[in-house]
């Protein structure tokens, strides 16, 4: 028996674990992904490996072929909100807002309409509500329990539901204009925001229950994909990622746009820097969101949701069929596009996975001259490679998923 175990092996002394003579122990270089299904569709990582655990990584974030910065270039500044929708496709709404600011910045359009920022407010929030919905349903799916994700994706097709009877589409919006947005909320939309979060409170309840306790999630998700609080500053994350790491930062309250800074909601943090606590944050993050929106939906006043400038307001339509003056201004903006006076501007607002960011350069024409997106998931993705060295090939799955990476904001 000894001899055909040496014969099998390759080894000398079978019995001595240390005696590896005649065995292939060589590091081994494997893919994972793109078609690996935790890796988000585009993302291959080239990973150096001694048997299971990573030694040396490489990510390559593919290439979705879309190009946000460059097509900005060629559009007007109202063309580019069907772009940014395809950023963070999951919280689109965001991104309408954020590029949405930036231009208004350079316009000089500082004071909007009390109810326009109450609706932008409400928009953002419920995309920020679907992103974390998503990114801890999925991640718990990957880990095995799908029950939470069937749980927690239903919830986010309510809300969708809701956004698409707003803005006539279920994912990319393009809801939101220079100056305002498209049209004024539908008549029962305050009055659904709530039934929606009533009903949303029970189902999170159920998920919690189901993944909270049990101990292989658990196992999964703490102590792994540790990162620093001075790691994660030095890094530049933001976002979810950051709080964990206990950094007390959010867009919303340290440099408060529209009206957050009369809105009341906790920053949670965590303390470890973990998967665990990415998505404890996630989830009190939704908790934080919800408590905007009952104000909002308590608050929000009647009034226009334009401004009333007409560099960047449409005349109405009778204007337009009726008045010659009406008619040119219409052509022009469609045509040419809003003209914005040459400078640069950057705005930022607090994206689903952190800061968002837009710097724009307007050379006085109706389209920019340079536009550059600072987009958190292509930050975040940075870190990966720091998070699964030494750690096991299993622990890529939940360190991956908890970044919450989407692939439009990574095409550079």
Known sequence: MSELKTLILGRKNVDDPDD???????????????SHPAMHGTIRIELTVDGERVVESDINPGYLHRG??????????????PYADRLNYVSPMINNVGWALAVEKLMGITELPPRLQY????????SRITDHLTCVGASAMELGAFAPFLFL??????IYELLEELSGARLTH???RVGGVARDLTPDFCDRVTSILDRMEGVLDEAKGLLNGNKIFYDRMSGVGVFSKEDAISYGLGGP???????????RKDHPYLNYDQLEFDVPVG?????????????????????????CVAQIPEGPVMVDDPRCVMPDKSET?????GMIRHFKHIVDGIRVEPGEAYTFVEGGNGELGFFIVADGTGRPWKAYCRSPSFINLQTVSKTISGRLISDIVPIFGMINMIGGECDK
């Open 20 to 34: 590896t003579d005649g065995m292939p122990n060589d590091l081994m270089t494997v893919n994972m992904g793109p």
């Open 68 to 81: 946000f910065e460059k097509e900005s270039e060629h559009a007007t500044y109202t063309q580019v909100f």
């Open 119 to 126: 609706v932008r407010v409400m928009i953002s929030e419920l």
């Open 153 to 158: 994706v239903k919830v986010r097709e309510w």
């Open 174 to 176: 393009s809801y939101v």
């Open 241 to 251: 990622c950051l709080r964990a790491c206990g950094v007390d930062y959010d867009v």
């Open 271 to 295: 303390t470890s820097g973990d998967c665990l606590d990415r998505y404890l944050v996630r989830l009190e993050e939704i908790r934080q969101s919800t408590r905007i929106l009952r104000q």
């Open 321 to 325: 069929y009726n008045t010659i003056e």
